[in-house]
């Protein structure tokens, strides 16, 4: 990671800290860098936690939703710690292993199908035809697409700040993407929250 380990927390930081280690097991990963800007680390934690545990799309296409922002943006942190949730919430593994290649995954469920069409233009064309707008407002209805814009937008967010403090892959991972030139890993893993 760009960015030395955090020796110590201020109180509100070990606050944050303490909040984020008891919903999500640990403080790791991104988390450590917004850390240095507790207010909005504590929005962002909040933010993530809808977007992934209460969004109005089903489990399955919120780690999809993930992935696709993961992948648009060559987050490999995020897809390592997601590719296997949404292939147990059913997403097809060999569909993922096409998305990772960046080849067309052909998901066999419609929805699944139709958020990755919907997801790909806004993040590509920075705008959703007509026609994948209606598709998507009858499949996800008005809350679904207004979770499902704002779930990329902090998927996205987390995939910039991933690569930009080139935040170190999990010990047991390795770069999912076979086509970056980017970061892969660099230095030790941090793993667990540092010293209150």
């Not at 390592?80 to 593994?93: E, S, T």
Request: proline share 6%.
């Amino acid at each position: 990671m760009r960015l030395k380990p955090l020796e110590t927390l201020s109180p509100r930081q070990a606050e944050i800290s303490d909040r984020i280690t008891s919903r999500r097991g640990g403080t790791r990963g991104p988390f450590l860098v917004w850390l240095r800007s507790p207010e909005l680390c504590e929005r962002v934690e909040a933010l993530g936690a809808f977007c992934r545990f209460e969004s109005a799309l089903p489990l399955r296409l919120r780690e999809l939703s993930l992935l696709i922002a993961a992948r648009h943006f060559d987050a490999q942190y995020s897809w390592n710690a997601h590719v296997d949730k949404a292939a147990d919430a059913g997403v097809d593994r060999a569909a993922l292993e096409r998305l990772a290649r960046r080849e067309d995954p052909a998901f066999t469920a419609p929805d699944e199908q139709l958020l990755y069409q919907f997801a790909t233009e806004v993040l590509t064309e920075h705008f959703v035809r007509d026609e994948t707008f209606a598709a998507g407002l009858a499949a996800f209805g008005e809350q679904g697409l207004v979770d499902l814009i704002g779930s990329l937008g902090n998927f996205s967010m987390l995939a910039m700040l991933l690569n930009t403090f080139q935040v170190d892959l999990q010990k047991d991972r390795t770069s999912p993407f076979p086509d970056i030139s980017g970061f892969t890993r660099v230095g030790p893993v941090s793993n667990g929250a540092p010293s209150a």
